[in-house]
């Protein structure tokens, strides 16, 4: 049995420009931040908990407390809501509920979700894009502030959840950030992206990159290659 750990954001749903904005908004919501740098690339890891950590550090000279950062998230989440809404809702990036009911009715594959976002941001826009979230083992930014650690981390639990000691893993997503992390844990990648999005990953190293999955067939075959990236 392989495993396929999916990104979310930009990669499952199509909300890289939502997230961008509420997470900017609420920075200037709840610590008055403004004109802060959405160069995500910029930061030490693209994850919601480093940039924060980093984003604070950087004004405040020091690191936000637990409470500061729950009351973050919390505003974060009311502003994902609502800037969705502003937007008619979250759409699941193109044929992403097919390969995802095709890869969880199949017994030769298993599916779990490694992401930058916090859970409660991160389950809400699949939700709200109508993939599902039930019984499928994950880990975001709450666990760990390296994607890497937050990829381990949904191997680990995707091991104990399915009871199978995975020697095959894919990683497919959409940032630069997500192919690097890929390449470190020695995972094959396939990248979703179309323009300068794909362009950037390609420049990375990936050797397959979909604008989608409307090509469920297509995708399925890559994920039997044996050289991604
Ligand atoms: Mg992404």
Redo the contacts with the bound molecule.
């Keep these: 049995m392989k495993l396929v750990i999916f990104?979310?954001?930009?990669?499952l749903t199509e909300s890289?420009d939502l997230d961008d904005e509420a997470f900017i908004k609420a920075l200037d919501d709840v610590f008055g931040f403004k004109a802060v740098s959405n160069d995500w690339e910029s930061y030490t890891h693209v994850t919601n908990s480093c940039v924060l950590e980093e984003v604070y550090q950087l004004r405040q000279g020091h690191r936000p407390s637990s409470k500061e950062v729950n009351y973050f998230r919390n505003r974060f989440l009311e502003l994902i809501s609502e800037v969705a809404s502003a937007h008619g809702g979250v759409q699941p990036i193109r044929g992403a509920s097919s390969v995802l009911t095709r890869l969880l009715t199949s017994p030769d594959y298993a599916v779990a979700y490694a992401?930058?976002d916090w859970r409660d941001s991160a389950l809400f826009k699949l939700r709200a894009a109508g993939l599902p979230t039930e019984n499928i083992p994950h880990a975001f930014s709450d666990d760990d502030r390296s994607r890497e650690g937050i990829c381990k981390l949904a191997l680990v639990r995707a091991e104990a959840h399915y009871r199978y000691p995975f020697r095959e893993i894919f990683y497919i997503?959409?940032?630069v950030w997500?192919i690097r992390c890929a390449q470190r844990l020695g995972y094959p990648f396939i990248g979703i992206g179309q323009g300068e999005g794909a362009r950037k990953l390609i420049a990375e190293g990936a050797r397959h990159v979909l604008p989608d999955y409307q090509d469920v067939d297509g995708f399925l075959s890559l994920l039997e290659l044996r050289e991604l990236t």
């Design positions: 990104d979310i954001d930009g990669t890289n992401g930058g997503g959409d940032g997500d």
